[in-house]
């Protein structure tokens, strides 16, 4: 992983943490979250996106448009959405559980459910690196 990226993670995580009132040198609250996690944070509901490994790259481009489709129809009928990587964190009890075969990749998963609004972790909103940082425009006075 490029170090910017890890260092971007490792603040977005810090911050989170902070939000919630855990402090970084307590292994068991951390834990705790963590596992929260891994249990789709209460949401009922997990659509995993899968695909054939001999698609290429491109159709992963259509797979972020799928979920994109999928939380926005959600949203449509009240119910919340979060797409994540932690959602994947065991492809191979996902698989065995769900029968997918090898010669298809778990991509995401997109947890559905209806978020509590009070948690702090629903609350809190990562900062955005600044347009200027992602964004080129030649060409346009």
């Known amino acids: 992983m490029a170090p910017a990226l890890q260092k971007r993670m490792d603040e977005l995580k810090a911050a989170r943490f ?8 307590h292994a068991a609250a951390r834990h705790a979250m963590f596992e929260r ?7 009922p509901t997990v659509v995993y996106l899968c695909m054939d490994r001999t698609l290429t790259a491109w159709s992963i481009f259509d797979m972020g448009l799928l979920a994109q489709s999928i939380m926005l129809a959600a949203q449509q009928y009240g119910v919340d959405s979060a797409a994540a990587a932690l959602l994947i964190s065991y492809p191979d009890l996902i698989r065995a559980e769900l029968e997918i075969p090898e010669d298809v990749s778990i991509l995401m998963g997109v947890a559905l459910g209806y978020r509590d609004r009070q948690h702090p972790l629903n ?5 955005r ?8 425009l030649k060409g346009i006075t």
């Open 37 to 43: 996690a891994h249990q789709f944070f209460g949401a």
């Open 18 to 25: 902070e939000s919630l009132g855990i402090e970084r040198n």
């Open 123 to 127: 609350q809190y909103r990562s900062l």
């Open 129 to 136: 690196r600044p347009l200027q940082e992602v964004v080129r």
